[in-house]
């Protein structure tokens, strides 16, 4: 790594083989620890597993959760992950593919973006500092739709940035059409990033580009966020799947749009609920050892007075002082935008770290440490590795050592059975079977309740035929069992909710014992009176 921040020119001839090598070095550190960890309950066993269902499906259109339509979610981390799954087969690091290629696209989008108008130096500093902060590299092997949704979202505004700055020379004339190209790229990556989480992709990208144009007073450039070079990419990325998705199912569109964006903003029923400060606390203890170096650099550039003097000539470039106000707005809009909600999630603010990076690499330049960047890049690595080592094995509970499952002898004719919880991760680990049946008491479903049971009955509601024989009370269990009394039954779930719903195996020798959690074996006749559990 170059000393953090430095001014240092780059020979032209080499900035090429800089990039490649920074895109291949990035991609090889996010991924060498990506299958250490078994799956997370929940959020990776989630969309794992409906990611694996809808590759064995080949539905690409209606993503599913337990076999039901479960659109919580747009489809672009399911397509990812499945296409991962066909190629390299079911592997957790597999799964984490697209969250990999989130943490690599937004670092990859800085480094582009800064290259060109700050320095190269600073470009590969930002970068280094956005992959070795433990927020993003954990982010990057976790299965979800946060960081694919983070590196939509920082190279659609990088995109536009640059689209903004090539629109127009000092004089007012059009500078070629390069500005075109980059427009049309931020479309794409923000059509992209609607499949990844929907709305929200078009919101803080269009929030964070009309704020920046409005304090950079560029009132020739306003009409840039309306010009349809941006807007047809979003259509024909977006549109397809969305029509597709409300044509199969009529309900669609106020159940994406309405439930699972507007009242899940607004609401104070969901998952989650934290003070206003959350996510402050959260940047500067999970961006760690980063944010601390940043917080002495600049109280020694306070200290000093002289903030300013101590900058590169650079600094003092118009170019800079726009990237200066660009990052402060852009981490601003995305903290204070996600700080609103009564529910937050962690993996909220994961778009306003590529901003923070930055700003570490500017507190630092200021200050003059860096001279000091390798060392503190080196350390903020080591303390990647470890916790990825920990968290991936002496700190994983005896309830979430799935792998244990491929031991077990399922065969595909067998049948899963959930006792009074979704156990997300199991179909994961197991061969292609049919849906889980899930017991429970399902006369509540109209609960408010943020949960799987809620996740299960919302997805009912699409498919009202198919959840009346998955989602089963115990009478409806032992009515399955007695009309199917020689398949074989693995059942999941804890000795108090056996002994509810399924007393026949309460009393047996369970096959794995997942901490609290029972598998057991027997055939369905046992279930209905016939025989002993195994």
Not at 351 to 358: D, E, K, Q, T
Request: glycine fraction near 6%; hydrophobic fraction near 55%; include cysteine.
């Amino acid at each position: 790594m170059h000393s953090l921040a430095s001014a240092r020119a780059v020979p032209a001839r080499f900035a090429w083989t800089i990039e490649a090598s920074m895109a291949v070095l990035v991609a090889v550190w996010l991924l060498a620890l990506a299958w250490l960890r078994p799956l997370s309950d929940p959020d990776e066993g989630r969309y794992a597993v409906a990611a694996l269902q809808m590759l064995r499906s080949g539905d690409w259109v209606t993503p599913a959760l337990n076999g039901l339509p479960f659109f919580h979610k747009p489809p672009l981390y399911y397509w990812l992950a499945a296409t991962g799954f066909q190629v390299a087969g079911v592997h957790e690091w597999v799964a984490r593919l697209p969250s990999l290629l989130g943490a690599w696209l937004a670092a990859m989008s800085l480094l582009v973006l800064l290259k060109r108008y700050a320095s190269l130096s600073v470009a590969v500093a930002a970068a280094v500092v956005l992959v070795t902060m433990p927020y993003t590299y954990m982010a990057a092997q976790y299965a979800n739709m946060d960081m694919l949704l983070a590196g939509c979202l920082t190279a659609c505004i990088c995109s536009a940035v640059m689209a903004t700055l090539k629109a127009r020379q000092a004089t007012g004339r059009i500078r070629g059409m390069a500005w075109m190209g980059w427009l049309a790229a931020a479309g794409v990556w923000a059509g992209l990033g609607f499949l990844a989480k929907g709305l929200i992709a078009l919101v803080l990208p269009g929030m964070v580009w009309a704020l920046w144009l409005v304090w950079e007073r560029r009132w020739r450039q306003w009409w840039l966020p309306l010009h349809a070079a941006a807007w047809l990419p979003v259509l024909l990325i977006a549109g397809p799947w969305v029509w597709m998705a409300q044509a199969r199912h009529s309900g669609f569109f106020h159940y994406f749009f309405v439930t699972q964006h507007f009242q899940r903003y607004t609401g104070s029923s969901f998952n989650n609920p934290q003070p206003w400060w959350f996510y402050v606390a959260v940047l500067a203890l999970a961006a760690l050892p980063w944010t601390g170096w940043a917080l002495a650099a600049g109280w020694r550039s306070w200290r000093r007075k002289a903030v300013a003097g101590s900058l590169p000539p650079q600094a003092a470039q118009p170019l800079v002082q726009s990237l200066d106000r660009l990052m402060l707005v852009w981490f601003a809009v995305i903290v204070l935008f996600f700080s609103v909600p009564h529910s937050k999630i962690v993996g909220y603010v994961l778009p306003a770290l590529p901003p923070l990076a930055y700003a570490v690499v500017r507190l630092v330049q200021a200050a003059g440490w860096q001279r000091w960047g390798r060392h503190a890049a080196a350390l903020a690595a080591l303390l990647c590795v470890a916790l990825a080592v920990v968290l991936g094995t002496v700190a994983v509970p005896a309830k979430a050592q799935w792998r244990a499952l491929r031991s077990l002898p399922v065969q595909p004719a067998d049948r899963l059975v959930m006792l009074e919880h979704l156990y997300y991760e199991v179909p994961f680990y197991l061969p292609a079977m049919a849906a889980p049946l899930v017991v429970d008491d399902w006369t509540t479903e109209g609960q408010q309740a943020d949960n799987w049971k809620k996740e299960l009955s919302d997805a009912a509601q699409f498919a009202p035929q198919r959840g009346n024989s998955l989602l089963l009370d115990a009478q409806a269990l032992q009515a399955y069992a007695c009309a199917h009394p020689q398949q074989r039954l693995w059942v999941v779930g804890s000795t108090e909710a056996a002994q509810r719903q399924m007393p026949p195996v309460a009393s047996a020798a369970p096959a794995l014992h997942l901490g609290s959690t029972q598998v057991w074996q027997l055939q369905a006749g046992q279930a209905c009176g016939r025989g002993t559990a195994q």
